[in-house]
């Protein structure tokens, strides 16, 4: 009975990620919810990705004018899932992109983190930029390192949900506002502090490997524009884990909890 349940899992697994899980859909814009493990897009003609299901589930959306198919104003990594806005048309793409450019989109990430934070609000304002030593994976790294170059202002927010355990091991839930939006910008950030983010291989130094996914999700998605507002938010897929355990509450994803981001706006 084992076995079966294992590979019933497996089937379920598998048809899952052939399919895009939609959260939201208009005649402007949908809001997907990315699969973790999964690029965005790919030049290799048989890889699953989030284009070729778009293009598999919305065929008559795909565009073939665009070197992808489908309108990407913004992106997640590999590793993350949650929410992505896929517009539908250029002038939805425009506003969409206007939204991320001047910086009127809010994005709320949640994530386990090792070990535990010490402060229930940590605002990390540090510049990143290219790490020397790992160009071919395209790595990041604090402006405080004497291997990064071409470092940018990066700003993130965090603010403590739960502390507990992951695997045994002491470990914290938070919720995560990114103000600016660099490329692995959270993941560097919490490297930084010291509490890289449970199953992420490349800033845990490649220790971080027994964990099934790196435990980052994109969980609420505010993009304010003249086409069409958007304030889509997923559920949590870190609730009910065997794995994690929670020992105590600090804070909610509710309102109250997001309204403590603002105080450092």
């Not at 540090?126 to 604090?142: H, L, N, S």
């Not at 002491?170 to 560097?188: F, Y």
């Not at 524009?225 to 600090?250: A, L, Q, Y």
């Amino acid at each position: 009975m084992d076995i079966l349940v294992y590979y019933l899992k497996k089937i379920i697994a598998l048809f899952r990620k052939q399919r895009i899980n939609v959260l939201y859909n208009s005649d402007n814009i949908l809001v997907i919810n990315k699969q973790y493990d999964m690029k965005i897009n790919s030049n290799k003609e048989n890889e699953v990705t989030v284009q070729t299901l778009l293009k598999r589930q919305y065929p008559s959306l795909a565009n073939e004018r665009l070197f992808h198919e489908f309108y990407f104003p913004h992106r997640l990594d590999y590793a993350t899932s949650g929410l992505m806005c896929i517009p539908k048309n250029k002038e939805a793409c425009k506003a969409i992109s206007s939204a991320f450019i001047n910086r009127e989109s809010k994005k709320y990430y949640v994530a386990i983190l090792r070990g535990l934070l010490s402060k229930e609000v940590i605002d990390v304002n540090i510049a990143i930029g290219e790490d020397v030593r790992e160009p071919d994976i395209q790595k990041m790294c604090t402006a405080d390192s004497k291997y990064c170059i071409k470092s940018r202002s990066a700003r993130t927010i965090f603010v403590t949900l739960d502390k507990g355990l992951f695997g045994n091991y002491p470990a914290t839930k938070v919720l995560i506002r990114p103000v600016t939006g660099r490329r692995h910008q959270i993941r560097v950030h919490c490297s930084y502090l010291g509490h890289t983010i449970v199953g992420d291989y490349t800033y845990s130094n490649r220790k971080d490997t027994v964990p099934c996914r790196m435990f980052l999700h994109s969980l609420r998605l505010v993009l304010p524009n003249s086409i069409e507002p958007i304030d889509v938010e997923s559920s949590d897929p870190f609730t009910g884990m065997k794995e994690w355990r929670i020992v105590k509450n600090i804070n909610n994803v509710d309102n109250v909890t997001y309204d403590k981001f603002e105080d450092f706006l």
